[in-house]
């Protein structure tokens, strides 16, 4: 096949034609081969000229935003505009008005036909005579023909005529049809203008209607008979005072009702049941903000859900009495939810007891990074892969949304925060509306149901029929949101699903990148200080440790520096040095991508077999961190999305309760561990750990150290990890 190059279409204008570009209106000056010259009508200063290739209006009309009406600065024409008040095609008018202007122009084109075929035609009312019979035949039949809709004709088929119009008043439309060059719109008589404008009752009477009408719209709310009564009770008070011949009448109950319904419905009920409700009620419901791409808009709030939960732990609910089950503890979650507004994909899910800024982080982040461990820990059939970089972000005013830790990782991602007015939230209606629908179509799984209002519970004890537990409703609402709710028709989305919705946007127009391991880090990870020393800082027990680092060491000193981590990837952290951040990695590297509570697991695990008290070579902790990720033991815990957040303060209770003391040993340096048992828990040099001892143990004494002899790895002599432990000071009495 040939491929043929597209033709521009050429467009024709005329000098009072009204040309509208993208809502600018323009009238024609000339045109040539290569396009045409047009002036914007309302332009400022002296006329100007802008020219339009036929490219660029064609490309334009296709668009739909070219609007050409022939004509339209003609003296005719805007004479018919004047005298219709402004409309200028028939689908200003009413139905019963655009069929009464297309008779009287069939009956004008008729006639004009008679003109045409007619030599002896002649515009006088008795040759009009003699040829309206012939026009009302003409009429008829095409009547009778309209009336069977397209089916054959039938005598029971029944239409409406109009009389035809006298001789006078067919030269009366003709004129003003011709002068008009031919506008339907001429034709149109003046009964539009029709009626009497003013009342015939006293101006008195008039200003006690207005009166009465605007008590109607009172928070006391009363009826309009009860305002009908008071008009006329105080009409007949005024008349008590005045003569026969002055009395005031009292207008009929339409006519007062009519005052009361000229009201604008909107201040009606704002003043009979507030304005704020009345904001509620009579609130624009739309599609919201324009989202075209992928992640241009996430919105983000939080939702009491309206369901009890169970706030014990699963492992200890069986050891619990009947008794002590019933009086267990219940709770409702606030579910706080992000969603992208283009594709109505959730993009994020955390559980908290209260809607609060570590919560609102934690959503953030997770909107941002990789979630197929949630959509594996809940066993989800489908990926969960709506990850990238916002364009912007929508909360409401919450303080989670408005405090300054949330606002400043919305800024150090780069994108904009936007935030809705108190008392509308139909702003953020995406969020809004998912949540209605998670309601109505997970919640009824379960008991325990709370329903949205005290009418819809009934006589319901929620807290009473309780079956969820806190720690798995995440896992429940994770596999609603990943294989139900974004495989489900969508109705915004003209019947596609928000999955399939979201594959075409990115195919289309692509997303922003997420943010890097270290960028999150940097924007997520909680702030603190660390000592720095010749092995670098420690955190968690690890060190971490670059040459760069000790540069910065050589030149300040011993020194305290921030430090930022990040709980699910303990592999680096980032140190500020020289007004920037630098990534650090541990010197442990089974670490890239351990959570802290795996970490916590692992070193609890290896004090539970009595491995450590102080320091442990670096082989036991590749080994124990790899027995934990082949058994699976924290996959649930791990990318459980109503876990609580980890935050800095949750990393100094670790390290106090945890793993205070305790340090990693590299085994090929033979100094390592004695460095390692003179400092303290903050890396700060112990003076007693050098200190004398007072006698040595006896030989057959229980407190002889016991020690186990695992290989290293590369099958050399085992190395013994360093056990201290010392003669217990209490006596047992028989």
Known sequence: MYAFKKQPRRFAFGPLDRIIIRYREYRWISSNDSGHVLTPILGAGEPIAEGFSHEDLDEIAEKGELQHEPRYYEEGRALTRLKNGGAISLFDLTPSEQKQLLQRQEILELIR????????????????????????????????????????ERCDQRFEMSKIPSTRTVRR????YEGSGFDIMS??????????????????VMQLIDKHAAGYCDRRRPTMAAQ????????????????????????????????????????????????????????????????????????????????????????????????EKKKAERERLILHLSICAASRCITGIRFAKTENKEAAKALLRMSVTDKKRYAAAAKCKSDWPMTARPASVHTDTGSAWISAEFRACVADLRCTLETAPVGLPQMRGHAERVFGTIDRSLLPNFTGRTFGSIEEKGDDDPAAEASIFSESIGSAFVRYVVDRYHHTPHAALCGMTPYDKWLELVERYGVLPPPGRDEVRNIFGPRIERALDHRGVRVAGVHYQSARLQEYRRKVGDARVAVKFDPEDLGRVSVWIDDAWLTVPAIVGSLDGVHLDHWSEAVRDLRRRNLIQSSLSRHYVDAAIRDLASMGRLALSYADVSAPTLTAEDLERVERELLYGFDIVDPNDGGAAEFANTRDGDGNRDRFANAIPVADPAPGDDATPRSTEPETPDGGPAIKPTVRTRKPNLKLED
Do not use: C
């Open 113 to 152: 036909q008679e003109e045409v075929t007619d030599p002896t035609f002649v515009r006088t009312d008795a040759h009009l005579k003699k040829v309206l019979p012939r026009i009302t035949a003409t009429l008829v039949e095409r009547n009778q023909a309209r009336a069977a809709e397209g089916k054959t």
């Open 173 to 176: 439309w003709w004129k003003a």
């Open 187 to 204: 034709l149109r008589d003046g009964h539009h203008r029709s009626g009497n404008p003013y009342s015939s009752l006293h101006p008195d």
């Open 228 to 323: 009908y009564d008071a008009l006329t009770a105080e009409i007949r008070r005024i008349n008590e005072g005045r003569p026969d011949g002055a009395k005031l009448s009292i207008p009929a109950k339409g006519t007062f009702r009519k005052a009361i319904k000229a009201i604008p419905v909107f201040d009606a009920y704002a003043g009979r049941y507030g304005l704020d409700a009345a904001k509620r009620r009579f609130a624009v419901v739309g599609q919201g903000l324009e989202s075209v791409r992928a992640f241009q808009r996430v919105v983000m709030d939080g939702h009491k859900t309206q369901i009890s939960t169970i706030a014990v732990r699963i492992s200890k609910w069986g050891s619990l009495s009947p008794e």
